[in-house]
């Protein structure tokens, strides 16, 4: 997001902290590159009963002043070429169904953005052929763990034509699905890194790219 200081638009992370004790719920705005914080807000309204002017004082919450914000613009309004390599193409539920409840799944192919993934989702390199044809690449590495170890599960294979296209019935046991879930997953974690990529999570901004893909999107997020 950005914000107008002193006539000047700013790149800005909203962070938000919770203390501990709940006293205050701040929402701050800190300057990507500086690391100033430009604008704060405390989500929390206090209010003392026995302040004899209780009747008369308001509840607004405590903030700076207030923000210009730009209208973000949404992922599907940006003009996005295909990638330089890559491709693949995936069953999943895909951007714009919320969940089984809301759509049905369809095959999603090449949904690489060339700006935030210039190589596809499976090659890392840029030359010919993907350097991983399981749900692994240059952002996201998904697997299952059945087992809870936290360690190396099972990645779903797709094969020389990355083609990842699984049964699913959802009226089964999960264990059943695990190959179409896994996909799922790593075409969503991939959405969110693409996505967030335009939105200043890059390395203009002073992030190196594997913070972006493993803190500043997924570890965050998930």
């Known amino acids: ?25 701040w929402s701050e705005n800190v300057d990507a590159k500086t690391g100033q914080i430009l604008y704060t807000e405390d989500w929390v309204v206090s209010c003392n009963y026995e302040d004899p002017n209780h009747e008369n004082h308001n509840h607004d919450r405590t903030a700076s002043p207030k923000l210009e914000h ?9 003009s996005v070429t295909k990638t330089l390599v890559g491709g693949g193409s995936y069953n999943v539920y895909p951007l714009g169904i919320e969940s089984p ?26 030359s010919s052929g993907a350097e991983f044809t399981i749900t692994r690449g240059n952002n996201v590495w998904a697997q299952e763990d059945t087992n809870g170890n936290n360690g ?7 094969g020389s034509a990355l ?14 699905f695990l190959p179409a879930a896994t996909t ?13 990529y335009q939105y200043g999570f890059n390395e203009a901004s002073e992030i190196s790219k594997k913070i972006i ?10």
């Open 101 to 126: 409840n809301h759509g049905n799944r369809t095959i999603v192919t090449d949904p690489a953005t060339a700006l935030a993934s210039p190589y596809g989702w499976h090659d890392t390199n840029g």
């Open 70 to 78: 730009m209208r973000p613009l949404h992922y599907e309004e940006r």
């Open 1 to 25: 997001m950005y914000q107008k200081d002193n006539e000047q638009l700013k790149l800005v992370w909203n962070v938000n902290l919770y203390q501990k004790n709940g006293q205050h719920w």
């Open 152 to 158: 190396t599960g099972v990645s779903p294979n797709g």
């Open 163 to 176: 083609n990842f296209d699984f049964t699913l019935n959802l009226n089964n046991s999960p264990s059943t």
């Open 213 to 222: 893909m493993v803190k500043g999107v997924l570890a965050v997020i998930l």
């Open 184 to 196: 799922n997953l790593f075409y969503w974690n991939n959405i969110m890194h693409d996505v967030f």
